[in-house]
């Protein structure tokens, strides 16, 4: 072979080389996702989220009895709501680990709960009311357990916020002692929220069952009918969910898988 067909071969080697790096390594547009298969594909779309609170006051008035929120009150809710997709942010008066009561780790809920490592952390470290944003939720859920019987009702921050995401067209839920939260919340109208709207929380009957009557700073049941709501109930310990267009209360622990239900087919609506 001469030296002057070496050069041609080499030349066409050289160009063929050329052509296929050059197929090999066209790249695909920017900004656009692509999957494994070099397809497009569809941007994930954001979950909507709900706003759980939580009590921070840990003591039943004078008695030295541990309270807090009320665990089953937040795990049914919680499987109901996370299986059907949305997303679960804690916020309590004064943020941090707040206090749990109803700890029972044989309810396969509750464990499931409580050993999910992202929620359990997410808990954990509840948020404070001044680090929300009214307009990231759909739904604003309240807890109960009997601590929320002292400190929901008072707090300003958290009744601004369920006001808001209420008059964006939003959720208002609570169960058990979570409508203490709601007794003094204010719509721009100047109105209470539950004035004039069906409501329910724990009874009366309820509260003297467990002997705590003249414990807690008022009775649930008598300032949800002082502040123009249209109270109903079952017999005490019986599934009680009342729907008044976005604001829906259920009456008791027994209630709260349900109330989550109500809250997920209002949103899905």
């Not at 706003?51 to 008695?63: A, E, N, R």
């Not at 780790?105 to 464990?111: A, E, P, Q, V, Y």
Request: aromatic share 8%; glycine share 8%; net charge positive.
């Amino acid at each position: 072979m001469t030296f002057s067909n070496n050069i041609a071969k080499f030349g066409l080697i050289t160009l063929l080389a050329t052509i296929i790096g050059c197929n090999n390594n066209t790249t695909a547009p920017k900004n656009k996702e692509t999957n494994t298969a070099g397809q497009t594909a569809t941007p994930t779309p954001k979950k909507d989220k709900i706003l759980f609170v939580v009590t921070s006051h840990d003591t039943k008035g004078s008695t030295g009895e541990k309270t807090g929120y009320y665990l089953g009150e937040v795990s049914h809710p919680w499987e109901v709501l996370t299986t059907a997709g949305y997303q679960i942010d804690f916020v309590s008066p004064k943020g941090g680990n707040p206090p749990v009561d109803g700890f029972d780790l044989t309810d396969s809920t509750n464990k499931k709960f409580w050993e999910d490592p992202y929620y359990h952390q997410k808990i954990s470290n509840s948020l404070k009311p001044a680090y929300v944003k009214p307009a990231d939720y759909v739904a604003i859920y309240y807890a109960g357990g009997h601590g929320a019987m002292w400190d929901l009702p008072n707090d300003t921050a958290i009744a601004a916020i369920a006001a808001k995401i209420y008059q964006n067209n939003g959720i208002v839920a609570a169960v058990c002692h979570g409508p203490a939260g709601l007794i003094n919340i204010k719509l721009s109208n100047g109105k209470y929220l539950v004035e004039g709207k069906k409501v329910n929380g724990f009874s009366n009957q309820e509260e003297e069952a467990v002997k705590l009557t003249k414990i807690v700073p008022f009775l649930l049941e008598d300032q949800l009918k002082a502040r123009g709501g249209i109270y109903e109930k079952s017999a005490p310990w019986q599934v009680h969910v009342t729907k008044d267009d976005r604001l829906i209360t259920g009456q008791n622990p027994q209630s709260a898988k349900e109330v989550g239900q109500a809250i997920k087919e209002t949103l899905q609506k």
